[in-house]
């Protein structure tokens, strides 16, 4: 059995079917690469996996658990994080708080404890910054602690929502064009982090990516999508020579 | 400037940061504690009135500074504490538990009306709240066989361990003071735990807080829950300062004075509650001012530029007819709200920061250092 599964996942917008009956596996401990034309369904699958979109049919396993009718909060208690393609941080607040809201899936206290901030309360606090302290040094982010997000630039928030899918210690992570708006600089330092987390922290990797350099660099295996279909399936170089994947970004 | 080493994880949770906090608010506390032996009785009845306010400030600033969630209904939260005290008074119910009591309906009433805001945004949640203090208006009034009715309710003398508290004795003051620096600590406390941060994930993006795993329908129902219970704390202390209440007291204009306690005040942090009360226990006194003393002042100024005595009188009579015309108040609400909302969106707080800064970094001083850019599309759509 594989680590993740996607059955014939489908999603259908009234008659546009942005996700047409879509199936693939992860195994566990690889970096999986879904590539394909703006509009294909990439973001779409992210969506029906994090379960911000229901789907229309079809069934997703994570460690042979169906966890299609799982609710959107309970996705990330069972080790699934991601990052989202226009970043979503929590603008107003620190980074550390932000990076501390990824905590949230392992935190055990309850409200009258929080209100009375009992010492139990302090020492979940600070176990929970001890781990958060272990991603910021991880993608070195020291300089950034006690900045608010809405004053750091696109590159460090990008980051910073890796940070934030990290702490919630994720068994899958799915990012959602982690290259997006990088400069070249940047985009290898991902390229390296990426690796990191599959190498050091035995985490899995599904992402959605364009920027090919990237995906070849890091990934063992890709996906090419379009029209919500799945046009090949194999390592980097195979999938690029597809026939169907040339004709698609090229145009027959 | 100082400059803070920080050791030790502690360092990052503490409530007083360094020395300077625990001297200012030390010092702070020395002056509200012997305010009573000061201060005149007009002024410590005006004190009461900000405690109230504030608490109710604090109350507001958990659901709507911190979880995002706007409300126009508080003054029906209010309402529910101080009918529960006064109803729970006929029975001869001791005051601890009718307070406690009193908080825990209007907690529970709170959750409920958390419920079915849940599928509710901005203007509509808005809308929903203000349609739930109507609601609870109605039935105040109707409901006579518990709440009298329009003829209102009154409240008994505080009996507490024993002896009688009046409502302008120093330890009515005193009562209403711990009230709200408990509310404060414990507020503070739970923005500091994944609670507080559970909320303030929710008002910035619900999309991300639900794929960080945070239960976004049961922590606004908690929001909900908790900010009701503060106000229906203050609740029980309104109704005992004012000792007569009714209907007709908990209105929308009360919803909007709260709402004004922490806009005036500033969104983002509890000072906010505290300086929009005292801000706005002050709008009455000026109002008295404008009515009483301020059309014979510019009478006398008239005079002074060479207006004759006729004149001068005709314009003592105009000022004192627009100092004392219907709506005066409503109307100074609606102006300092859109003032502050133009000129001041951060609040008197933000205003004290950016003094305070404009100090520290002399003359380094620079005006963007509080500008707020929003540069990057959110997906709402995802919502």
């Known amino acids: 059995m594989s680590y993740f599964r996607a059955e014939n996942l489908s999603l259908h917008f009234g008659g546009l079917r942005a996700v047409d009956s879509v199936s693939f596996a992860v195994e566990k401990g690889e970096i999986l690469s879904i590539i394909g034309p703006n509009g294909a369904g990439k973001s779409s699958i992210f969506n029906l996996i994090s379960r911000i979109y229901s789907p229309t049919s079809g069934k997703i396993f994570f460690e042979d658990q169906d966890i299609t009718a799982e609710p959107a909060f309970g996705i990330a208690k069972l080790g699934i994080a991601r990052t989202f393609q226009n970043i979503e941080l929590f603008e107003n607040a620190t980074v550390l708080s932000n990076l501390l809201v990824g905590r949230h899936v392992h935190s055990t206290t309850q409200l009258w404890q929080e209100l009375l901030f009992l010492p139990s309360v302090r020492a979940n606090e600070k176990a929970h910054r001890r781990r958060v302290e272990q991603v910021i040094e991880f993608l070195d982010l020291e300089p950034y602690r006690d900045k608010l997000i809405s004053g750091l630039p696109y590159g460090v928030r990008k980051v910073i929502e890796l940070a934030r899918a990290l702490c919630s210690e994720p068994k899958l992570i799915l990012l959602d064009e982690p290259s997006s708006g990088l400069n070249v600089e940047e985009t290898d330092d991902m390229s390296f982090w990426i690796r990191d987390m599959k190498n050091e922290l035995g985490i899995t990797v599904l992402m959605v990516e364009h920027d090919m350099t990237l995906v070849n660099r890091v990934s063992d295996r890709v996906i090419a999508l379009n029209y919500g279909r799945v046009l090949a399936m194999g390592s980097p170089s195979e999938v690029q020579h597809h026939p169907d994947v040339v004709a698609a970004y090229l145009g027959a | ?383």
């Open chain 2, 1 to 383: 400037m100082r400059f803070l080493f920080k050791t030790d994880y502690d360092d990052d949770i503490r409530l007083l940061p360094h020395s300077g906090y625990v001297y200012s608010y030390g010092l702070l506390l020395a002056v509200l504690l012997i305010a009573p032996h000061v201060l005149s009785s007009y002024l410590m009845s005006q004190l009461v009135f900000v405690c109230i306010y504030a608490t109710v400030g604090v109350g507001l600033l958990i659901l709507t500074g911190f979880t995002g969630q706007a409300s126009l209904g508080h003054a029906a939260f209010l309402a529910i504490g101080a009918y529960t005290a006064a109803y729970l008074q006929q029975f001869d119910v001791p005051f601890p538990v009718y307070f406690l009591a009193a908080g825990l309906l209007t907690g529970v009433v709170g959750a409920l009306v958390g419920f079915p805001a849940l599928r509710l945004q901005g203007i509509y949640l808005v809308i929903a709240t203000i349609s739930f203090a109507f609601i609870v208006e109605e039935i105040l009034a109707r409901w006579e066989s518990v709440t009298h009715g329009n003829e209102g309710m009154r409240v008994k003398t505080m009996q507490l361990l024993g002896t009688s508290v009046s409502r302008d004795s120093p330890t009515f003051y005193y009562l209403c003071l711990a009230v709200l620096v408990l509310t404060i600590i414990g507020t503070l406390n739970l923005l500091r735990s994944p609670t507080g941060r559970a909320f303030v994930a929710i008002r910035d993006s619900e999309t991300a807080a639900r794929s960080m795993g945070i239960n976004v329908s049961l922590y606004k129902v908690k929001s909900f829950a908790i900010s009701a219970a503060i106000t229906g704390f203050a609740g029980v202390l309104f109704a005992h300062k004012l000792s007569f209440i009714s209907p007709e007291m908990f209105t929308l204009q009360l919803s909007i004075e709260f709402i004004i306690v922490i806009l005036i005040g500033g969104t983002f942090s509890l000072h906010g509650a505290v300086l929009g009360a005292i801000f706005l226990v002050m709008i009455d006194p000026f109002l008295t001012y404008l009515k009483d003393d301020m059309p014979g002042v510019i009478a006398g100024v008239a005079a002074a530029f060479g207006a004759g005595k006729e004149r001068a009188g005709h314009i003592q009579d105009a000022v004192a007819a627009f100092a004392s015309a219907n709506g005066l108040k409503g109307a100074i609400y609606g102006i300092i709200i859109v003032v502050f909302v133009l000129f001041e969106p951060l609040g008197l707080y933000g205003r004290w920061l950016k003094i305070k800064l404009f100090f520290q970094l002399f003359p380094l001083y620079k005006r963007a250092t509080f500008k707020r850019q929003k540069i990057y599309v959110k997906s709402e759509r995802n919502r």
